[in-house]
């Protein structure tokens, strides 16, 4: 009996492209690999792939079960970056969609949103003065891609 390790795992339903969206996707983010690809026969939508993979250490899942559902902006993945340089990394390699792009929002070429959000953003997020919570605010809000140097000048008040 296999072992349950994390107790949430995301699983995304993909029209055809489970094996291409998880290669992708591990082809950008360290500590990432598919893990197992399953053909499931004859369901409802045919032949299924379900494919198990991990990025950055973090478990998913993804099924080519038909185009029965799309993604949507309702839920997204953050990624945490340290500097301006991943920041942009991520950006670079995850946005296809630029009319999407708003407040460190991005939509990728399956139609799956990221946030791709500098770390230091919590800190700024959880201050309790509220003219650097509304200068950080204001500064975001015009944003498509963050940044971090005109973020840390809000917060500052500079």
Known sequence: MATI???IVPHLWFDKEAKEAADFYCSIFPDS???SITTLPN???GDCDVVSFTL??????????????KFNESISFMVYCETQ????Y?????SAVPEAEQCGWLKDK????????PTIMDRMMADQDPERLARVTQAFLKMKKFDLAALQ??????
Do not use: C, N
């Not at 399956?110 to 959000?117: A, M, N, P």
């Open 110 to 117: 399956y139609g799956l949103s990221w946030q791709i959000v």
């Open 85 to 88: 340089a991943e920041l942009d």
């Open 33 to 35: 690999r598919i893990t």
């Open 56 to 69: 950055s250490g973090q478990p998913f899942m993804a099924i080519s079960a038909g185009p029965l559902f």
């Open 153 to 158: 000048r809000a917060y500052d008040g500079r």
């Open 5 to 7: 390790k994390h107790k």
């Open 90 to 94: 991520y950006w670079e390699k995850l």
């Open 43 to 45: 369901t409802p939508s």
